[in-house]
Structure formats: structure tokens, C-alpha cells
């Protein structure tokens, strides 16, 4: 199975940044697809943004646009997530995750359609 690590997270203000990384090693995932998840104390997991490996077309939740952008290093099988303008509500342990192939039963914004999951890292947003 593909491992993945994320690393980048960590405390920061209201109103600023951090950038999480997911690194894969392991089988390759060149035809599907990297997606980021996130699960605060007491709430379910929910979709963050994914990110299709080939194509590079992006897919994001609501509560995220405009201040979260997703993108690839095809040759590294890296993925970032660059997360700007963080509310205290942002505050969750953030998980990537890969899906090998794109099938057509996938649907890209649910946690289960996915093959592999990292153990995430902590952002918390203080205010």
C-alpha cells in the first residue's frame, strides 16, 4: 500500500497561513487522484479540497474557497495544501488522501471513495 506522510502543520494566528505537504511512497497513484481531509474534536471528518494527478484539476469545499489552494509535484508525489486567511474554525487534525484510479463511481469529495489515508498533521488557529 502507498504510505503517506503530512507534515506542515502546527499553531498560528487568526488571519495567517501554513502550508501542509503529503508526501507518497509507495505505489504510485499517477492516474487518480490526492485529496485533503480535516476532523475537529467532536465533529465528523469532512472534505477540505482534492486535486485530480493527472490533469490537475482542482475541487474545493465552500467554506474553503478563495483561501485554501491544493496543487502537485507530479515527479515528487507530493501534494500541498496552501491554506491562507485561517479562522479558529479551521482548527482539526488534517488527513491527505489517495485514490489510485479514477473510476467513475468515484466521487472526489467522499472520504470512503479513497484507497490509502495518511495520520495527519494538527493546525491550530488561535484567535
Known amino acids: 500500500q502507498v504510505q503517506l506522510v503530512e507534515s506542515g502543520g502546527g499553531l498560528v494566528q487568526a488571519g495567517g497561513s501554513l502550508r501542509l505537504s503529503c508526501a507518497a511512497s509507495?505505489?504510485?497513484?499517477?492516474?487518480?487522484?490526492m485529496g485533503w481531509f480535516r476532523q475537529a474534536p467532536g465533529k465528523e471528518r469532512e472534505f477540505v479540497a482534492a486535486?485530480?494527478?493527472?490533469?490537475?484539476?482542482?475541487y474545493y469545499a465552500d467554506f474553503v474557497k478563495g483561501r485554501f489552494t491544493i496543487s502537485r509535484d507530479n515527479a515528487k508525489n507530493t501534494g500541498t495544501l496552501q491554506m491562507n486567511s485561517l479562522k479558529p474554525e479551521d482548527t482539526a487534525a488534517y488527513y491527505c488522501?489517495?485514490?489510485?484510479?479514477?473510476?467513475?463511481?468515484?466521487?472526489?469529495?467522499?472520504?470512503?471513495?479513497?484507497?490509502?489515508w495518511g495520520q495527519g498533521t494538527q493546525v491550530t488557529v488561535s484567535s
Open positions: 488522501a489517495t485514490k489510485r484510479a479514477l473510476l467513475r463511481t468515484l466521487d472526489i469529495r467522499v472520504g470512503a471513495d479513497y484507497d490509502d
Open positions: 509507495g505505489r504510485t497513484f499517477s492516474s487518480g487522484a
Open positions: 486535486i485530480t494527478w493527472n490533469s490537475g484539476n482542482t
